[in-house]
Structures are given as structure tokens and as C-alpha cells.
């Protein structure tokens, strides 16, 4: 077997069986799946919908984050700003201006665009850990000014989208249905962003500036120009993974631009895997149903019955998701992308071992484009 | 004179102090296009900060530096390479958890251009990628194209280095101690890879090298630095018989 | 003018807060190269306990206040001293993944934070005097303010004293240059990590206790709140720069105190808008050494 | 004479690449040696792997004592002093703080300190940064000296200074020499002529030569093969 060809091989497959995936994805809506002890009810009606709808509006953003820290090594805490300039961004334009829903969603991805390119230029006079402070205070910013202007942002009582302007199919509980398929196709295309930022000489170069910033310009390159490209990219896909929050929840609360919610995003991601993209959504759909079953277990009658010692801290679902993300960190470092691809690879380096594979040199390079073994890879 | 051609690197006076100790002092050079100079001198002479002055890592505290007639003592790193400055470091540092192609292309996709395109997808048929290839397999190093660049050794280390050099379209270029790390065996071969480069892409090549046996036979002249100054500045025949050169290099100590 | 010296003093008494919060940080960050985000869970929890043991005794008594800013600085200094330990030792000379263990204990404490107290504030009760104002020129100053800048300022001295005139404080100032080279020199680097971590610790809970009397209240979210500030507080004075903290901590509030009065209540944006341009004119900060 | 410090398959390595590859030597209990080689070769990292600064697999023992595992602190402790390479003074310090944080024993051996560098008595309360290069060097070695050790491990102390310091630095070491053993890293030859009795040649990582140093150096094809520094002899030149 030659390792070129296999090489070849292996990437429609992947191609495949996430097209596969999607379609099942798309599907779900009209199947009747009981996943007792995950989902709430069976795919076809509203419960499951909406949780796994939720579901992928945090693997979205955990993707566009991961164009952040995965693909150009950015520690950013102020990714929530973006997020909730989409959301906001539409609430507002259909409020205030009154204009129909896509028009509206245009004015929320050039609202998010622009905040993106005036805090990432200033954000990027410095890096490292500096950064992630200074985005930390922008996104605070943004926070104190929705929860200030009440009379434009509704304050803390949050925003309800005014749904005069949005299309009857989108509007209700009724229409959870459409509402899924809609932030399932929000999902794909921010998957298709990710994906061609990655493969792109933009994503290259981003990626070599995470490796080594001095020798990026020593070739004769702008390490900061490249950053702030995929900065904004990443924000304007946040911006419209929050327009989709906005009407699957026909409405947002300050949360959405809270470092909270970055630092949630956050751990998704770590716990998926860093620069996995597949990390990423797995890391989104685990925490979601995690956060959805570990609110259930802390009312249920089991917890209610312990001693306080373990009945206030199992009550918590935000402190057990803290325990968790210490753990990840401290004991798999790669999160669960990086353990099962390094697993995988040490597997696959055995079996080549055992047949030894000679390609021609020239094959053998067409199939360096591959990423890498990235065994040492932590954030 | 020579005026009608400026040199491919004119250095005017430089000095660089840091914290009141002086680094480089006074340091004057003329390197014609073309030619290929080695720098020697004892360690903490300056080579390495002359190095990094002249790409622009450290700013001088005096004095300018001029690229073919240029003066680029107030640029950029980064424009200092694309006016055709290109360097290497001592120790290797490349993009460890890039492939080597990688490493490569992503100097080819410098000069190139469109390295923040996100129209442009380096694959097989991209023309970045084939030069990488190219420069790749002129160092001998094709085969390991698909290893990461912190994974191979020390040598193909500096293999690397080189074929990235090949990949630029770099006029002046700056090696830092080549050979250094390098196991006996691979310094002809090093030393080849650099007569080559020099060779295929006609330009002038200023490298660091405390081996003056390796330096006598390929580089047409020779500078020597000691204490932040350069104290001679001739053939490699010359600098050899230079008393001078004789003291600093083995200590004037008793 | 009496509201002109009112301001400035307010400003000066929430800056003399932010300072207490940002020297801990500050110091951790010069010598571990650790930014430390469960900085405000610290606070957090050193206002909880103090404010536990206030009201077990006389929480309106002068003694009751000192035991609780005692028992504030002691617990902070424990847990500070506990999560280098067990979270940040382990993790040694990897700086993201210890700042995401700081995230995930942030985390998470606030989430317990609420288990046990609740997710609405408490309102505090304090010796009379702390409720009542001081008059300079005209100003009605309240009087929690001068204990918060009597208390930086002891802070501050102390700090300076410690770090200058103490065996550990030279190793501390050594570390900061060059970590392997005290080691070189037979001393365990360790042991100054632990003691950078207890010092900012303490100086949170205290900060954690006084920033309840400050706002009146205690809640799972006050040290949150107050980090925001101290990291940009930290940031414009220069990261790692003791003086820098503390310069950029009163610069900050003043300009806060007269945003939020004359310029309808825009303190914290233009907080932010000064970290803006701070960065942009100066990315390492007024003190900073240039960061890599 | 018996050793007081033994190598013994020492390999080190930094970011996962190996720079010192099995190195096998011993140290007499008195007297200098010097560890020679070509730049680059890990003469520097393998002072840094015997101090445990960074990683190092193999064994190095102590006057009998295996020291390979321990923490670099722990390792001082036992009565290893250690200057490094570029002097590393703590630049913010004072030389009086710098000498004070070396500080290991009761009574430290200031009269040894102040008579071999009588320039920095009168510079105790400057910052060390302020100080020439030469002066830091002083400090520097001054640090390992104020203390009783077993052993001075001395990188490149000789490195970027001018003549006249370089001659004070090889008295001073030649001075130290009388009462505790050096391993010494120095590639001004003629210091090395002056002081190291034996030598360790390291090539590509690993021993080649151990032997009389001035014995060595005496034979100008012996020195220009291991070494490849200095001036080739003249029936050696150009091509």
C-alpha cells in the first residue's frame, strides 16, 4: 500500500462522512430518536431541537474561536464582544430601524465587522497574555454599554427580537424545525470558513506566526497583519453565529457579550481539543448537553437528599464544568481531539511500521501538506 | 572608483550601547555585490549583534546602514527583507510544528506574493509549493518533506535553512554560524550547499564562521571583529598572516 | 470646587482599591510570568469569610472590623497559597495552561461562591464611623474611603520595605530578572513562587473585605468585577511594575470618579478608551519593560 | 589524585533536541580543567546538564555522591558553584545583593572576595548593570566564591573582555584554583595554556580527546584538528 495514495484516499473519506453527517444532522428533525439520559425528548419534537440547536451555536463559536487560538496561537478574552454584537445587532436593526430580516442581519455582520477592526487593531499593539487582558476590557466594555443603554439594548433584562420583520417560518416554537435547520446551516458555513481560512496561504502564514513571530519576519512578512485578517474573519463568524442565537432564542440577555461567555467558548474549546476544528464542535455538543443534564441533576431529588458538603457543589453545574476544564488542562492536555489524534497516530505509525511503505520522493511530498504529527501540539 | 555600483552592504559608523556597555563601536564595512565574506572573531566579539543590527532584530545607538546605496537603518524588519535581506540565526529556529515544505513555502509564498490571500490554497500545482519542492530537493532534503521541522536533526537543521535562503529571492543574505552543531562529516556538504546558493542566485553572502579552515577556501575575504570592532577587513591570506588576528584568536593574555 | 476635591478623593480611594487587587497580580506576573485569573475569586471569597466572621462577633465594632480584615488577609493568603500548589506547580513554565487553570478555578468558585451564599447580594454592616463622612474643603468625603487608601498605602510601604530590605524580597526582585540564575545560586525559586502567590493572595482578601465595605454588599461577583479593572489597571502601569500598579491604579479611578460625574456616568468606558490609548502610544505600559 | 566529579553517559537536551550526546569524564579534585571544542559543539550545555538546568539523562556524581537527579538548587547546595556563561548578574541588584543572595554558609569567605577583586569593594551599593563587563565577570565569579565548594563549574569567564581584564580574571582563577577544583569552559587558548592542567576536547556532542592540556596544545596539529580554532599552521593553509 502506498502512503501517498492511502493519503488521497483518507480525504474524501473525511469529506464523506462529514457530508454524511450533516445530512443525518438535517434529518433528525423528521426521524423519531429517543437518546433517554441526553435529549430531553425524541428528535422530531421541540425539546431536543432547541437543546441540540443550542448545541451547535456553541460548536460554531467554539469553531470561530479556534481560528483565534487553534489556528494563530491568540488567547483572547474578549471573543463574547462579537458574539453579542451579532446577536445585538439584529435585535437592534429590526427594532430600531425596522428593516426586514436579512438587511438586519447585513447591518449586524457590518456592526460586528467594524468593532472587530477598531478593538483587533489596538488589542494588537501587544500579544501574549497582554492581549488576552486587553480583549478581556474591550468585551467589558461592550457589556457595561448594552447593560447601560437600556433604552436601545434593554439593559439587564435583555433584548426580545421584534419579530414583525422576520419571515412567519422562523418565528415560534412551532417552527423549532426551521429554527434547527437554520443554525444547523449557520454551522456548516462557519465549518466551510474555518476550513478554507486553514487551507488558505493566509492560514498557513497565520499558523507560522503562531510558530515563531521573528522568523515570519524575517521573511519579509507582517505577523500582525495576518493576525488581524483572521482576527476579523473569526469576530464576523461569532457575529453571525449570534445572529442565530438571537432568533433561536427570540432574544438575548447581557450574557452574550459577558467574559463569561467568552471564557465558556473557552473551555469548550480546550476541552474539545485546540486547533481541532472537529474538537471544537465536539467540545460545543458535549458542553451543552453537559451544562442541560448536569441543571437537571442539581434539581433533582438525588443531589437534594446528599449532605450540603456535596450537595452545594453538585448543584452547581458552572462549578462542576470549572472542576472539569482544571482536570482537561491539567491531566489531557490535547483535550479530547488531541488525545484520540495522537492515539490514532501512534496507532497508524505502528501499522506502517509493520508494511513498510517507499512512495517516491515527489509522492511522498504531495502528501506533506498533511498537517504534521503534532505530538508536543498544547494550545 | 567604484561609485557607479554601490556596495550590496555598506555599514557607516555603527555602535550599538546597552545599559552603558559597549557592543559595537564604530564598526565600518564595504561588501561588493557579488561577494562572499566571512566574519570571524572570538566569542562575544559582536558577530552576532552586527548580524542583528544589520536586519534590523536590534536597533544601532550610531551610525547607518545602506542596502545597495539604500539607507535602511530606520526600517522594519520585515522591509528589510523584502528589500532582499534574508538571514539565518545561530541556532536553528524554524516553525517546529510545520512540516519541513512548510517551512519552506512559507518563505517561497514571501516572494511570491498573496501570503494573505485566502484565495490562494498552497497544494500540489501552486507554484510556492514548487519552488519549495525545488529548493527542497537541491539540498537533499526532499525526502523528509513531510516530517516536522522540529522533529528532524540538527543538520538537516541547517539543511533546512539553506533551502529556505533558496526559496527567497534574497540579493543579500546573512548565515550566522552555519556550520555550528554540525557534526565533521556534513560540513563539506554544508559548505557546498553555500557555494551553491551563492552560486545559483548570485548574491552576496555575509556569513559567521569561528571554522577559518572551512571560510579559506570559499569566501573571497574576511573580516575580523574583536571587542565590538572590526580590526581587519582582507583576503583570507592575509588575515591569516596577520599578527594581529593570531593575538585575538588565541588570547593576548601573558 | 468642593465637588472637584470630592471626586478626586473618591478617585484616589477607588484607585487605592484597584491597587490592592493589582499589586498581587502585578507581582505574581513580573516573577512567575503567570497572569492569575482567580485573582477575584480570592478577593471573592477573603470578603465571604470576612465578612462570616464579622458578623459572628459585633459586626458595627472597630474589632470585629480588624479581625475581619485579619481573617480576610490570612484566608487569601491560604487559598492563594493552596492553588499555587496544587494547580500552578504542576503546570510549571507552561503559561497558557496555568492561566486556563486560573480561568477554570475563577470558574468554578464563583459557581460554589453562589452554592453556599446565594446569588443575591448581602448587605453588610460596619462600624458607624465607616458610614459617615469626613469634611475636607467643603468635600463630605465617606470615611470607608480613607481606610481603603490608609490601607493601600500600608500595602504599598510594606511591599516596597519587604522587596527591598528581606533576604526574600531580593530573591524575589532576582527572580523577576532571571529565574534559572537563582536557582544557580542553591536558592529553591519555588518557595519565592509560593511566597508571591500568599503575599497577593492576602492582599486580595483584605482588598476582598474592603471592597465589601466599599460597595456595601457582598456577592459571588465582586472580585470579578474589580479584576476587569485591575487587569487594566495592571496593563497601563506596565506589567510586572510595582510602582506602575500603583500610579496607574489612582490615575485610573480619578479619571473614572470624573467621567462618571461630569461626563454623565462614563467612568468605565472611558477606562477602556484610555487602556486604547495607552496601547497605541505606548504598548508596554507607562513603566513597562517591552514585553516580548 | 582522585576525582571529584564524574560524568558518566551524560546526554542533554533542550526543547526535545539532543545538544549534549553521552559524554563520559572525570574531574581530578585539583587543579583547573578545561573542556574545549569548537562553538557549538555543547560545551556550554554540558555545564548546563551537569547543573540540571536542563534536561539531562545520565550520571554525574559528586565526590561519591550521585547528583544527576536533583534540582539545580539542591545540587549548588552540595558545594557545586556555577558562573555562567555572559555573567548573568542580576543587573537590578546591587553587587552587594548579588553577592548577598550567593550567600550559602555561615561565614562566607568575603576576605578571599575582596582580595581577589579589590574593584568591587568600593562598588558594593552600584547596580550591578551599571558595571563594565569585566566587573560583572567579577561578580559573578565573586558569587561562587564566597562560598566553601566542592567544585567551580566556570563557563566562558574570559568571553568579550578586553586583555587587561582577561589577565585579571586568570589570576583571580588561578588563585581560586589553589583551593577548589575547576572545571573550566574557556576558548581564549592562552588562558588555557596559562591554568587548565588536563582537558576534555567535546566534538559533535560527544568526548573525543581527554588528556594533559598544555601537552595538547603543544602540538599545533593535535590543537587545529580538535579544535579548528585559531590560525591554521602554515603548512595547513589555503588551498
Given amino acids: ?379 | 572608483m567604484t561609485a557607479a555600483v554601490p556596495p550590496a552592504l555598506r555599514v557607516e559608523g555603527l555602535g550599538l550601547q546597552i545599559g552603558g556597555a559597549t557592543i559595537l563601536q564604530d564598526v565600518d564595512l564595504d561588501v561588493p555585490a557579488g561577494s562572499l565574506v566571512g566574519v570571524i572573531g572570538p566569542n562575544g566579539a559582536g558577530k552576532t549583534t552586527l548580524f542583528n543590527t544589520i536586519s534590523g532584530v536590534v536597533r544601532p545607538t550610531a551610525g547607518r546602514i545602506l542596502m545597495d546605496g539604500r539607507d535602511i537603518t530606520g526600517t522594519s524588519i520585515p522591509a528589510r527583507a523584502r528589500a532582499g535581506l534574508g538571514r539565518t540565526f545561530q541556532t536553528s529556529s524554524n516553525f517546529p510544528r510545520l512540516s519541513v515544505l512548510e517551512n519552506v513555502r512559507m518563505a517561497a509564498q514571501a516572494t511570491t506574493g498573496g501570503s494573505y490571500s485566502l484565495l490562494r490554497f498552497p497544494g500540489r500545482g501552486d507554484d510556492a509549493t514548487r519552488a519549495a519542492i525545488e529548493s527542497l530537493e537541491a539540498v537533499g532534503l526532499a525526502d523528509k518533506a513531510h516530517l516536522a521541522a522540529g522533529d528532524i536533526s540538527h543538520g538537516d537543521k541547517r539543511k533546512l535553512e539553506i533551502a529556505t535562503l533558496l526559496a527567497t529571492d534574497a540579493s543579500l543574505i546573512l548565515l550566522d554560524e552555519p556550520m555550528a552543531g554540525v557534526g565533521s562529516g556534513d560540513v563539506a556538504g554544508l559548505v557546498e550547499r553555500i557555494r551553491d546558493l551563492h552560486r545559483t542566485k548570485g548574491c552576496t553572502v555575509l556569513m559567521v564562521e569561528h571554522h577559518l579552515e572551512v571560510l579559506m577556501g570559499l569566501v573571497d575575504r574576511v573580516a575580523v571583529m574583536v571587542s565590538g570592532s572590526i580590526i581587519a577587513f582582507d583576503t583570507p591570506e592575509t588575515i591569516m598572516a596577520d599578527p594581529r588576528v593570531q593575538a585575538a584568536y588565541l588570547g593576548s593574555a601573558a | 470646587m468642593s465637588t472637584l476635591v470630592l471626586v478626586l478623593l473618591t478617585g484616589i480611594g477607588l484607585g487605592a482599591l484597584y491597587f490592592l487587587v493589582a499589586s498581587g497580580l502585578s507581582l505574581i506576573y513580573g516573577l512567575m510570568h503567570v497572569l492569575n485569573f482567580a485573582h477575584g475569586a480570592f478577593l471573592t471569597f477573603g470578603a465571604f469569610i470576612g465578612w462570616e466572621v464579622a458578623r459572628r462577633l459585633d459586626s458595627t465594632s472597630w474589632w470585629a472590623f480588624a479581625v475581619s480584615i485579619l481573617v480576610g488577609g490570612l484566608v487569601g493568603a491560604g487559598v492563594a497559597a493552596l492553588t499555587e500548589l496544587a494547580l500552578i506547580r504542576p503546570l510549571y513554565e507552561r503559561h497558557i495552561e496555568q492561566v486556563l487553570v486560573t480561568v477554570g478555578l475563577a470558574f468554578a468558585a464563583v459557581a460554589l461562591y453562589e452554592g453556599i451564599w446565594g446569588s443575591d447580594p448581602i448587605y453588610i454592616s460596619a462600624p458607624a464611623w465607616m458610614k459617615e463622612t469626613t469634611s475636607v474643603l467643603g468635600a463630605s468625603v465617606p470615611n470607608t474611603y480613607w481606610v481603603l487608601m490608609l490601607a493601600a498605602t500600608a500595602l504599598l510601604i510594606s511591599l516596597v520595605v519587604f522587596l527591598r530590605y528581606t533576604r526574600f524580597g531580593t530573591i524575589i526582585r532576582a527572580g523577576v530578572e532571571n529565574r534559572a540564575m537563582v536557582t544557580a545560586l542553591g536558592i529553591d525559586v519555588r518557595t519565592a513562587f509560593l511566597l508571591v502567590f500568599a503575599i497577593g493572595g492576602s492582599a486580595a482578601g483584605v482588598g476582598g473585605v474592603l471592597a465589601a465595605h466599599y460597595t456595601g454588599y457582598v456577592s459571588a461577583h465582586l472580585g470579578s468585577t474589580l479584576l476587569i479593572f485591575a487587569f487594566i489597571v495592571t496593563v497601563i502601569g506596565g506589567l510586572g511594575s510595582l510602582p506602575g500598579a500603583a500610579i496607574a491604579s489612582v490615575l485610573v479611578a480619578v479619571l473614572q470618579q470624573f467621567a462618571n460625574y461630569y461626563m454623565g456616568g462614563t467612568g468605565d468606558i472611558i477606562v477602556v478608551v484610555a487602556l486604547a490609548g495607552v496601547l497605541l502610544v505606548r504598548p508596554s505600559g507607562l513603566l513597562g519593560r517591552r514585553f516580548a | ?239
Fill in chain 4, 1 to 239: 589524585m582522585s576525582a571529584v566529579l564524574e560524568v558518566v553517559g551524560l546526554s542533554g537536551s533542550i526543547a526535545g533536541q539532543q545538544v549534549v550526546e553521552d559524554v563520559s569524564f572525570t574531574v581530578p579534585d585539583r587543579g583547573i580543567t578545561a573542556v574545549l571544542g569548537r562553538n557549538g559543539v555543547g560545551k556550554t550545555s554540558t555545564l548546563r546538564s551537569i547543573m540540571g538546568l536542563i534536561d539531562r539523562r545520565g550520571e554525574v556524581t559528586l565526590a561519591g555522591e550521585r547528583i544527576d537527579g536533583l534540582r539545580t538548587h539542591r545540587i549548588v547546595q552540595r558545594g557545586v558553584g556555577y558562573v555562567p556563561e555572559d555573567r548573568e548578574v542580576f543587573s537590578r541588584l546591587t553587587v552587594a545583593e548579588n553577592l548577598q543572595l550567593a550567600v550559602r554558609q555561615k561565614k562566607p569567605n568575603w576576605e578571599l572576595v575582596d582580595s581577589l577583586f579589590p574593584d568591587l569593594v568600593a562598588r558594593r551599593s552600584q547596580m550591578a548593570g551599571t558595571l563594565s563587563g569585566g566587573q560583572q565577570q567579577m561578580v559573578s565569579l565573586a558569587r561562587a566564591l564566597v562560598n566553601d565548594n566542592r567544585i567551580l563549574l566556570v563557563d566562558e569567564p574570559t568571553k568579550g573582555l578586553a586583555p587587561l581584564i582577561v589577565e585579571q580574571v586568570a589570576a583571580a582563577l588561578a588563585e581560586a584554583a589553589t583551593t577548589v577544583p575547576i572545571l573550566l569552559v574557556e576558548q581564549n587558548l592562552e588562558v588555557v595554556r596559562q591554568l587548565a592542567g588536563d582537558a576534555v576536547v567535546l566534538s559533535g556532542g560527544r568526548v573525543v580527546h581527554t588528556g594533559s592540556a598544555s601537552a595538547m596544545l603543544a602540538d599545533d596539529e593535535l590543537t587545529h584538528r580538535l579544535l579548528g580554532v585559531g590560525v591554521a599552521p602554515a603548512t595547513g593553509g589555503a588551498r
Fill in chain 1, 1 to 379: 500500500m502506498n502512503a501517498a495514495r492511502a493519503a488521497a484516499r483518507r480525504l474524501p473519506l473525511a469529506a464523506i462522512g462529514g457530508v454524511a453527517l450533516v445530512v443525518l444532522m438535517a434529518c433528525l428533525p423528521l426521524l423519531n430518536i429517543s437518546i433517554p439520559g441526553v435529549l430531553p425528548t425524541p428528535t422530531y419534537q421541540p425539546g431536543a431541537l432547541a437543546l441540540l440547536s443550542l448545541a451547535m451555536i456553541f460548536a460554531a463559536l467554539a469553531l470561530t474561536y479556534n481560528m483565534l487560538l487553534g489556528t494563530s496561537g491568540m488567547l483572547s478574552f474578549g471573543h463574547a464582544l462579537y458574539f453579542g454584537a451579532g446577536a445585538y445587532g439584529l435585535g437592534i436593526a429590526l427594532e430600531n430601524l425596522g428593516v426586514p430580516l436579512f438587511p438586519g442581519v447585513f447591518i449586524a455582520l457590518v456592526g460586528g465587522l467594524i468593532i472587530a477592526l477598531v478593538t483587533g487593531v489596538v488589542a494588537m499593539r501587544v500579544s501574549g497574555i497582554p492581549f488576552a487582558m486587553v480583549t478581556l476590557a474591550f468585551a467589558q466594555a461592550g457589556s457595561v454599554l448594552v447593560r447601560r443603554n437600556s433604552a436601545v439594548t434593554g439593559g439587564e433584562e435583555g433584548l426580545s427580537l421584534n419579530t414583525e420583520g422576520v419571515p412567519d417560518w422562523l418565528v415560534g416554537v412551532a417552527d423549532t424545525r426551521n429554527l434547527y435547520w437554520a443554525t444547523l446551516l449557520v454551522l456548516v458555513i462557519v465549518y466551510l470558513v474555518a476550513l478554507w481560512v486553514d487551507r488558505s496561504r493566509l492560514g498557513h502564514l497565520a499558523r507560522a506566526t503562531r510558530e515563531n513571530e521573528l522568523r515570519v519576519r524575517v521573511l519579509g512578512l507582517e505577523p500582525n497583519r495576518a493576525r488581524l485578517i483572521v482576527f476579523v474573519i473569526a469576530a464576523v463568524c461569532a457575529s453571525l453565529v449570534g445572529v442565530a442565537y438571537m432568533l433561536l432564542q427570540s432574544g438575548t440577555v447581557p450574557r452574550a457579550v459577558s467574559a463569561d461567555l467568552t471564557i465558556t467558548v473557552l473551555v469548550i474549546v480546550v476541552l474539545g481539543g485546540v486547533g481541532f476544528r472537529w474538537g471544537a464542535i465536539v467540545g460545543g455538543v458535549i458542553y451543552t448537553l453537559l451544562d442541560q443534564r448536569l441543571t437537571v441533576l442539581a434539581n433533582s431529588d438525588v443531589i437534594e437528599s446528599l449532605p450540603s458538603v456535596l450537595r452545594i457543589p453538585l448543584s452547581e453545574p458552572l462549578f462542576i464544568l470549572g472542576t472539569l476544564f482544571i482536570l482537561v488542562v491539567m491531566f489531557l492536555p490535547g483535550g479530547i481531539a488531541g488525545t484520540v489524534d495522537s492515539r490514532l497516530r501512534r496507532w497508524r505509525a505502528g501499522r506502517a511500521g509493520a508494511d513498510q511503505v517507499d512512495g517516491s520522493a515527489v509522492e511522498r511530498l504531495e502528501d506533506a501538506d498533511a498537517e504534521p504529527a503534532r505530538e508536543e501540539a498544547r494550545s
